[in-house]
C-alpha cells in the first residue's frame, strides 16, 4: 500500500503563517488597510490560493462623529483643585515643606556620624576618608558644598564629599573629623547653614 507524502507540507504551513501574521501586522500599524489585506489559504493539495479581500465600506466618517456625545450640552462640572507643589526640602526629602530659614539664619537636621569600617575606604566625591577628614555625607547636595555646623557650643565647616546617610530620617552623615570637632557621636540634632 502507498501513502501520500506529506513532505513539504511543513515548509508551506510556515510560510502561509508568516505571511498571515505580517499582513496582520500591516493592518494592525495601518500601513495595510484592513479591508484590502487578503489571507493566503493552502489548498489539499498543496497549492496555495489567495481569498479575496473582504468587501466593506469606509467607516471613517463614523469613527469621527463622537458616539452619545451631545455638542453643546453643559455638564455638571467641577471646579480645578490645584494641590500644594511638592518641594523638596535641602536634605532631599520629598513632600515635606521646604524649611523656611530661621532668623539668624541657621537651620535645624537630623545627623549621624561615619567612620568605624568606612576609614581608608574611597569616598563617592574622590579622596580617601580618614579620621581627621572634615567632610560629610550628603544624599544630594553637589561635592565641594561647604555646610557650617553648630552643636554644643561647638562650629565647623565641613565639605560635602560623599553620598549618605542611608538611613530614613537622616540629613547628615558627618565624617569622623567633623563630628570629632563638633563632639559629636551618636545620632542627634545639628544646627546648620550652606556656605558654598
Not at 490645584?82 to 535645624?108: C, F, H, K, M, N
Amino acid at each position: 500500500m502507498k501513502v501520500a507524502s506529506t513532505r513539504g507540507t511543513g515548509l508551506i504551513s510556515a510560510a502561509v503563517a508568516a505571511i498571515v501574521v505580517s499582513l496582520a501586522i500591516l493592518a494592525g500599524a495601518g500601513l495595510v488597510p484592513p479591508h484590502s489585506a487578503s489571507a493566503v489559504v493552502p489548498e489539499t493539495g498543496g497549492a496555495l490560493r489567495a481569498l479575496a479581500p473582504a468587501e466593506e465600506p469606509d467607516k471613517a466618517d463614523e469613527i469621527r462623529e463622537p458616539s452619545g456625545l451631545v455638542v453643546g450640552a453643559q455638564s455638571a462640572r467641577r471646579p480645578t483643585r490645584i494641590r500644594p507643589a511638592v518641594t523638596r526640602t535641602v536634605s532631599g526629602a520629598i513632600g515635606a515643606p521646604a524649611q523656611a530659614a530661621p532668623a539668624d539664619g541657621w537651620l535645624r537636621a537630623k545627623a549621624s556620624w561615619y567612620g568605624p569600617g568606612f576609614v581608608g575606604n574611597t569616598m563617592a566625591g574622590g579622596g580617601t576618608l580618614e579620621w581627621g577628614s572634615m567632610v560629610v555625607a550628603h544624599r544630594s547636595l553637589p561635592f565641594g558644598t561647604r555646610i557650617e555646623f553648630r552643636y554644643n557650643g561647638n562650629t565647623c565647616i565641613a565639605v560635602v564629599q560623599d553620598r549618605g546617610p542611608f538611613t530614613g530620617g537622616r540629613t547628615f552623615d558627618l565624617g569622623p573629623g567633623t563630628a570629632a570637632t563638633l563632639g559629636f557621636s551618636g545620632v542627634g540634632t545639628v544646627e546648620y547653614q550652606i556656605v558654598r
